[in-house]
Structures are given as structure tokens and as C-alpha cells.
């Protein structure tokens, strides 16, 4: 078996069959669900009783990547993002045919997640409240789960948050990738929980801590909020892109490739 820990060319093609696309996708889509489905549950208030705290709701969309990770991780990579498939595309990881297959099942995996999610919850706690204004009925405030920026900041803020969040996530990406780390793995769906969780955290006051356009579009798509829906798309495509060059252009480092030779079985009744 042959290792290669070089810095790897972008392809544009692949050898994969249409089976095999198949299920990248739908590994995907699985993996997406899982993350929308069960994050965008722990934002919802009133089933339990009161408030739910940002530490808990951070936790549990951290949580929620680390089981889509393992659960995933070994078909597609599960990452459950854009902005994930634009870095390992950038860093020759995957071939740019994989790409839209990748992104066309976070999506439909975020839209399946957040409805599925929508079918299980009475509509009264999903926070689409209705005022009659001039005897028309005015949608007052956003939904579950919907990106919204902090009135405090403004849009160009809230752009740069998600930008920079978004930025470390996917430096985290490529440090777990990078061929020297290649003996790290054992651990990777908690780091990238935990990585979620206190992202999530620290900027979830300022834009929600989104970080990912599939799990954004869901949401606003079926509670109708697209206020600043810009800068969720923006800032974490951009950071997708900057980051992966960044690491591909100072960090990667030119390893020669070096040869692992796997030994043959021996037959039980021959002798050592």
C-alpha cells in the first residue's frame, strides 16, 4: 500500500461509479439531517417548560455533529457543510465532480431535518407569531432555528463574526486532514463536537453561530426569514475558500511520499 503525505493536485474528475455517487450523497443527507434534526430540536422552548440556555443549545449542536461524524464520517467524510466540501475541494481532498454531489445532499438533508422537525412540533412553539396589523396578518420576529444577526450589530459585523467562526472551523478541518495528523483519528468526531459547541458559544450571541448555508437555508426557508440572509452565505463561503488556501499555501507541508509494504498471509500450516 502506498501512502502519499504530499501536497495533492485538484482534480476535476474521478474514477467513482454512479452507485458510489449515489451514496456520498445520501451519506450526506443523512449526516445533515442528523445535525438540523437534532440541533434545531434543542432550540425549541416550551415542550420541557422555560427557557433554554445558549450553553445547552450549544452543546447540543455540537453533539449532534460529533454523532453525525461518527456515524458518517467513514462514507463521505460527513461534512455536513459547503463551506467543509469547498475546503477539501481547495485542498485536493475530492475531486470538483464531488462537490455539487456533496452540497445538493447537505441540502436536502437540512430541509428534511428541519421539516421532519416542523412535523413533530406544535406550530405554536415554533416561533412564527402572527399580529393583526391594518387587518392584515404581519409576521412578528423569526422562527426556530432561523439565522437572525443581533440588532445590537450590524449586518457588516455579523458578516465578519461568521466569517471568522467560520474561518476557525475550517482551519480545524484542515489541521484533522493534514497527512501528518494522519495517526490522530481516533478521536475526531468528539474534537469536531467540542470545536462546534464552543464556537458556537462565543459567537452564537452575535449571528447564532451558524457556519453553514445548509443548515441557514432550512430553517429560513420554512419559517419565511431571510432578513441578512446574505451574510450566513457570504461570510462562511468566503472563510470555506480563504481558509483551505491559506493552510494549502503556508501550512501544507511537502512530504515525500513514502511506501508501506502490507505482508502477505502466511498459510497456518507452514512454519515460521
Not at 62 to 81: D, E, K
Not at 146 to 172: D, K, R, W, Y
Not at 180 to 202: E, Q, T, Y
Request: charge should be neutral; include cysteine.
Amino acid at each position: 500500500m502506498t501512502i502519499h503525505t504530499s501536497r495533492k493536485k485538484i482534480q476535476v474528475m474521478d474514477n467513482m461509479t454512479t452507485k458510489d455517487r449515489v451514496i456520498l450523497c445520501a451519506s450526506e443527507v443523512g449526516g445533515t439531517f442528523i445535525l438540523v434534526f437534532l440541533g434545531c430540536m434543542g432550540c425549541v422552548s416550551g415542550i420541557a417548560g422555560g427557557s433554554i440556555p445558549h450553553e445547552q443549545i450549544s452543546f447540543t449542536f455540537g453533539l449532534a455533529v460529533m454523532v453525525a461524524v461518527q456515524v458518517f464520517g467513514h462514507i463521505s467524510g460527513s461534512h455536513i457543510n459547503p463551506i467543509v466540501t469547498v475546503a477539501a475541494a481547495v485542498l485536493g481532498n475530492i475531486s470538483l465532480i464531488q462537490v455539487p454531489i456533496l452540497i445538493v445532499g447537505q441540502f436536502l438533508g437540512a430541509i428534511l431535518g428541519f421539516g421532519l422537525l416542523m412535523a413533530v412540533t406544535p406550530e405554536n412553539l415554533m416561533g412564527n407569531v402572527y399580529h393583526n396589523v391594518s387587518g392584515e396578518m404581519v409576521k412578528q420576529g423569526v422562527g426556530v432555528c432561523s439565522p437572525m444577526v443581533n440588532h445590537a450589530i450590524t449586518p457588516a459585523q455579523g458578516l465578519l463574526v461568521e466569517f471568522l467562526i467560520s474561518l476557525i472551523l475550517v482551519l480545524t478541518c484542515c489541521g484533522v486532514w493534514d497527512a501528518r495528523n494522519s495517526d490522530k483519528h481516533d478521536s475526531v468526531p468528539i474534537r469536531f463536537g467540542l470545536m462546534i459547541a464552543v464556537l458556537a458559544m462565543a459567537g452564537g450571541p452575535y449571528t447564532g453561530a451558524n457556519m453553514n448555508p445548509a443548515r441557514s437555508f432550512a430553517p429560513a426557508l420554512m419559517n419565511g426569514d431571510w432578513k441578512d440572509h446574505w451574510v450566513y452565505w457570504v461570510g462562511p463561503l468566503a472563510a470555506g475558500f480563504f481558509g483551505a488556501l491559506l493552510y494549502r499555501l503556508i501550512f501544507t507541508k511537502e512530504v515525500p511520499s513514502s511506501k508501506e509494504t502490507i505482508p502477505e498471509a502466511i498459510a497456518l500450516t507452514q512454519k515460521p
